[in-house]
């Protein structure tokens, strides 16, 4: 699911998705039951291209996307618990591009006045999230490292095009 994010009330829906340095969220309101996940691979633009922020590779985008399905299945930003998964320096060679990643969500959950109940954050191993919308229960592992997809470097996403409102 990386560069996306779903919400849901299906109590036969899981979402699940594998992390490194990315960073996922995931929402629950426990009144109308319904949740729902994201996972981001960086968490803003560079400050060279501000108008990438539309791309579904960062947070600043994908962060926006989950509030607002949420709220479109009946959510109130009130009720919202959030958990944070992922952000790990997995490539010593590369910037700390996951510590990055989880102080922007724990950021945007603090602005928002989104309620952080849970967060597993940092470290050098990848981690496998299972998440039920329906029932807002969350399973997190680490991945052993032999098992772990191999790190990709990170590109620059291509500048966006089109019409996207943020709210």
């Not at 994201?38 to 803003?44: D, G, I, K, Q, S």
């Not at 400050?47 to 990438?52: D, T, V």
């Not at 960062?58 to 009720?79: S, T």
């Not at 320096?89 to 591009?97: E, P």
């Amino acid at each position: 699911m990386q560069g996306q994010a779903f919400a849901s009330d299906s109590v036969d829906e899981e979402f699940t998705t594998v992390l490194g340095s990315c960073v996922s969220t995931c929402l629950y309101d426990p009144e109308v039951r319904v949740g729902g996940m994201n996972h981001f691979l960086l968490a803003e633009p560079p400050s060279s291209n501000p108008s990438a922020a539309i791309d579904v590779h960062y947070g600043v985008y994908l962060m926006e996307v989950l509030v607002n399905e949420m709220l479109a299945r009946g959510a109130r930003k009130h009720r919202l618990k959030a958990h944070l998964y992922g952000g790990a320096n997995v490539n010593r060679t590369m910037m700390k591009i996951g510590s990055i990643n989880a102080e922007f969500a724990r950021g945007f959950l603090t602005r928002e006045g989104i309620v952080l109940m849970r967060e597993d954050l940092g470290g050098t191993q990848a981690r496998r999230v299972d998440f039920r919308p329906a029932s807002g229960q969350v399973r997190c592992r680490l991945v052993e490292e032999r098992l772990a997809p191999p790190v990709q470097p990170t590109t620059r996403p291509q500048k966006a095009s089109g019409d996207v409102e943020l709210f």
